[in-house]
């Protein structure tokens, strides 16, 4: 058999892909493509020669919501890590920025390309010895089932002695859930998205979430919208979990200085501190329901502090250009792309010192520092969403928060520019091979249909702005190049990327950055 490496995992990987054509006649059906995963996934897991039980063995905590729970899963990662120094951690995340192996960790650290074009192919060539056993079930999975079956694979072979699963979409059919012993289970806040999918309304989506309590176990909840919360009691009740706990911000948490930016992750902080405790409870063989931890051990707030999160509230200064400072968060829903804005919009952040600069003769709001300095916007987001709500969103919070500071800056002028580009890699229109998107389809990347929907959108909302600033691009190398056409003109230059992780980790690609973001 010829040598396989890195590269043919990637490209077999993207085959599984689920194409722009598929998806489409799918919404114009008004059907889902994958109804009940469940049964199929519990096949795949048993035709790669693992049962479910055999996931018992990992001993897993599972995490779902809709913000935070990435945030959350890697600050339990990290305070398990520092709490328990011999200890083997996996991790499972999605989607990944640059490289698709960043989803599985171990210790902390990616799966090197040897490790993950190894594991990659043991569950292919498995797969393919054994076909389906069910009538119209398919031979393979789709791209996210495939590297969920990786990631029990690798954590089973790699024998570790906890595995952090993030959900994929909503809980109860994704294709993480079929773990029947978790050891604990935790839900970030609640938002609407994945509409389509999971429901319109808060408690149709908690109906969803709720779905990864597990009989015996504890189901833990940061704080929620009172139809959200009574829904997930119900569900805890009705899956025989063994306690509900709802988890509100921790005292002592707002004297750590955590490693994540943002108000929002005090929240998500204090969720993974009462999951890794009650996790390193039960491990020790202690059954009985802990009291909630009050006082903060040591290790855990070192695993707070040491926290890393690539491309959410991130500060990154450009390694080539040091007038350039990218800001970059992966946030793609109003309520994301609120705290967002709470994080940019903030001293030592996105604001300038403009409170003890001298104003411009002539020039209202504008200050010495101001004018040396810009702002751009680089911001995408995948069919379906409204950009105009997103952006609108992004606008009022910005304008709250100059007023909140007492800025002379006005919301109009807050951004010199702003930038709409696809998630297309470069400007040759090739993706990076980890990056690639068979969902965008060929008129997607020509027409540019979303980015000119956001390009009107930003015109509506702000109808002074100057349509010389608004950029429609086809790639974010694009986007990137006029970044740096600025750096001759500005002093400094501030460069929010967001509405989408795809974006974020096309731009830390393109711009460069994977040594000193990742």
Not at 9 to 33: C, F, K, P, V, Y
Not at 177 to 189: D, L, M, Q, S
Not at 266 to 286: E, K, P, R, T
Not at 436 to 454: F, I
């Amino acid at each position: 058999m010829a040598i396989r490496n890195y590269q043919d995992a990637i490209e077999h990987l993207n085959a599984l892909q689920t194409s722009a054509d598929t998806l489409e006649a799918a919404r114009a059906a008004g059907s889902r493509l994958h109804p009940n995963p469940i049964p199929k996934m519990i096949e795949f897991l048993e035709r790669i020669g693992y049962t479910c039980e055999d996931l018992n063995k990992i001993n897993v905590i599972h995490v779902t919501g809709t913000k935070g729970k990435g945030s959350t899963c890697a600050f339990t990662d990290s305070i398990l890590r520092q709490a328990r120094p011999d200890w083997k951690i996996g991790l499972y995340t999605s989607p990944h920025l640059v490289a698709v192996r960043e989803r599985i960790r171990i210790g902390g650290v990616p799966l090197s390309e040897d490790d993950f074009t190894r594991y990659f192919f043991e569950v292919w060539d498995r797969l393919q010895q054994n076909g389906p056993r069910t009538p119209d079930f398919p031979a393979m999975p789709n791209y996210f089932r495939y590297l969920t079956l990786m990631t029990f694979h690798t954590f089973l072979a790699e024998k570790v002695n906890a595995a952090i699963l993030e959900v994929g979409i909503g809980g109860e059919s994704d294709s993480t859930n079929i773990v029947p012993r978790p050891i604990v289970t935790g839900i970030a806040a609640l938002g609407l998205d994945h509409m389509s999918v999971l429901g319109r309304t808060i408690a149709a989506i908690a109906q969803k979430k709720g779905g990864i309590y597990k009989k015996g176990a504890p189901a833990l909840s940061v704080s929620q919208p009172e139809e959200g919360m009574v829904v997930l009691k119900e569900r805890a009740e009705a899956s025989q979990a063994s306690y509900f706990m709802e988890v509100s911000t921790h005292p002592e948490i707002e004297n750590v200085t955590l490693g994540l930016s943002g108000e929002h992750q005090l929240q998500n902080a204090a969720l993974a501190v009462q999951m890794a405790y009650i996790f390193l409870h039960s491990m020790d063989g202690l059954q009985c329901r802990p009291e909630p931890l009050l006082q903060l051990p040591e290790p855990f707030i070192l695993g707070l502090e040491n926290a890393k999160w690539p491309g959410r509230c991130q500060i990154v200064p450009d390694p080539n250009y040091q007038n350039i400072t990218w800001y970059l968060d992966g946030a793609h829903t109003t309520e994301s792309l609120f705290c967002c804005t709470q994080w940019f919009v903030s001293p030592r952040v996105g604001l300038c010192n403009s409170s003890t600069s001298t104003t411009l003769n002539g020039t209202s709001g504008i200050t010495e520092e101001m004018s040396r300095c810009t702002r751009v916007l680089i911001f995408n987001c995948t069919k379906g969403r409204s950009g105009l709500d997103l952006l609108s969103t992004m606008l009022e919070e910005t304008r709250n928060r100059l007023l909140q500071y007492g800025s002379t800056e006005r919301v109009e002028s807050f951004f010199r520019q702003v930038i709409f580009c696809s998630n297309v890699t470069y400007a040759d229109g090739r993706f990076k091979g980890d990056l690639t998107s068979r969902a965008m389809s060929a008129d997607a990347r020509t027409e540019l249909k979303v980015q000119h929907e956001l390009a009107d959108a930003w015109s509506q909302l702000v109808t002074t702005f100057s349509t010389d600033a608004i950029h429609v691009v086809p790639s974010i190398e694009h986007a990137v190049r006029i970044v740096h056409g600025m750096t001759t003109t500005f002093d400094r230059v501030s460069v929010l990327v967001t509405g989408s992780l795809h974006l974020v980790g096309g731009v830390i690609e393109v711009a460069d950055l994977s040594s000193v973001a990742l």
